[in-house]
């Protein structure tokens, strides 16, 4: 069987980002580590508008595959692990038959559903990696102040596509009710959760600099990054490491991810700024500037 090199591609970029991750914990820069993750979402993303919905599901789920099959000597037995028809939901062909019951859940809801749920999909991923993008320059490049109508252009525009990506993904979890491998409405309501810990940190920065506070400004936009970063990727990380240790338990991994993926990504991101602002010169700290994102 020939091996998916696209999976096993991501398994290298991964040790490359943790090797990264390292390297920036000893010189105290993560630009490096930041711009390694900012690409490999776009790789994972921008796959879906080339080969489509379905495939890369099959695609995503086969990164599970390996490790929640890992050291399972029955795998009929594990309340988390399911079959999907002609081993269709992943790219691993015969090596594995059984993968995480979200992700067969997850791949016959988009085989099988309308067209305008594979368009909210669509949507919820093209106007958040535009999103995840646009927050860093905002942060790193016009947050110094140096181009404030920049900065607040780039701004309006990132809250638009924002609040389309969000609907699109509110919209989506309404749907998760009766979907018993995702949680059902624990899932449908942490997603919501989510969403509103991601919206509501842009909303109150936006708030801040309406009302002239550019400090409190910079505070939220911060939180808000790391509200982005917890929603990708922590969310993804967490699976990855969850899903064989619960797999006894239906939902469970998937539910905990969910829930706690984006208030993490908000603590995450206040320590560093508090340690980075302790660290900075006099005057100068991590998104310092004046512009607004109104």
């Given at each position: 069987?020939?091996?998916?090199?696209?999976?096993?591609?991501?398994?290298?970029?991964?040790?490359?980002?943790?090797?990264?991750?390292?390297?920036?914990?000893?010189?105290?820069?993560?630009?490096?580590?930041?711009?390694?993750?900012?690409?490999?979402?776009?790789?994972?993303?921008?796959?879906?508008?080339?080969?489509?919905?379905?495939?890369?599901?099959?695609?995503?789920?086969?990164?599970?595959?390996?490790?929640?099959?890992?050291?399972?000597?029955?795998?009929?037995?594990?309340?988390?692990?399911?079959?999907?028809?002609?081993?269709?939901?992943?790219?691993?062909?015969?090596?594995?038959?059984?993968?995480?019951?979200w992700g067969v859940?997850?791949?016959?809801?988009?085989?099988?559903?309308?067209?305008?749920?594979?368009?909210?999909?669509?949507?919820?991923?093209?106007?958040?990696?535009?999103?995840?993008?646009?927050?860093?320059?905002?942060?790193?490049?016009?947050?110094?102040?140096?181009?404030?109508?920049?900065?607040?252009?780039?701004?309006?525009?990132s809250f638009a596509?924002?609040?389309?990506?969000?609907?699109?993904?509110?919209?989506?979890?309404?749907?998760?009710?009766?979907?018993?491998?995702?949680?059902?409405?624990?899932?449908?309501?942490?997603?919501?959760?989510?969403?509103?810990?991601?919206?509501?940190?842009?909303?109150?920065?936006?708030?801040?600099?309406?009302?002239?506070?550019?400090?409190?400004?910079?505070?939220?936009?911060?939180?808000?990054?790391?509200?982005?970063?917890?929603?990708?990727?922590?969310?993804?990380?967490?699976?990855?490491?969850?899903?064989?240790?619960?797999?006894?338990?239906?939902?469970?991994?998937?539910?905990?991810?969910?829930?706690?993926?984006?208030?993490?990504?908000?603590?995450?991101?206040?320590?560093?700024?508090?340690?980075?602002d302790q660290r900075?010169?006099?005057?100068?700290?991590?998104?310092?500037?004046?512009?607004?994102?109104?």
């Amino acid at each position: 069987m020939d091996l998916p090199i696209g999976v096993l591609a991501i398994y290298g970029a991964l040790v490359v980002w943790v090797a990264l991750l390292v390297y920036g914990m000893k010189r105290g820069s993560f630009f490096p580590f930041l711009g390694f993750g900012i690409a490999l979402l776009l790789v994972l993303n921008v796959r879906y508008l080339i080969e489509g919905t379905v495939d890369s599901i099959a695609f995503f789920i086969g990164i599970y595959d390996v490790l929640d099959n890992l050291g399972v000597a029955d795998a009929e037995g594990a309340a988390a692990l399911a079959k999907c028809p002609d081993n269709a939901c992943t790219v691993w062909g015969e090596r594995y038959v059984n993968h995480p019951s979200w992700g067969v859940a997850f791949h016959d809801r988009f085989l099988n559903g309308s067209a305008l749920r594979n368009n909210l999909l669509y949507g919820h991923l093209i106007f958040n990696s535009i999103v995840f993008v646009l927050m860093h320059y905002q942060l790193y490049a016009t947050g110094s102040g140096s181009n404030p109508a920049l900065h607040r252009t780039l701004g309006r525009v990132s809250f638009a596509f924002l609040t389309i990506g969000t609907i699109c993904a509110v919209w989506l979890a309404s749907e998760h009710g009766t979907v018993g491998e995702y949680g059902g409405n624990l899932s449908t309501y942490g997603f919501y959760s989510m969403s509103f810990v991601v919206y509501s940190c842009a909303v109150m920065g936006i708030m801040a600099i309406r009302n002239g506070n550019t400090e409190t400004h910079r505070v939220w936009m911060i939180r808000f990054v790391g509200s982005m970063w917890g929603s990708f990727w922590l969310f993804r990380v967490m699976l990855f490491v969850l899903g064989p240790l619960l797999r006894d338990y239906e939902a469970a991994a998937l539910l905990i991810c969910i829930w706690f993926s984006a208030p993490l990504g908000v603590l995450i991101a206040e320590v560093i700024r508090r340690r980075m602002d302790q660290r900075a010169p006099s005057g100068v700290a991590l998104g310092t500037g004046s512009a607004a994102a109104e």
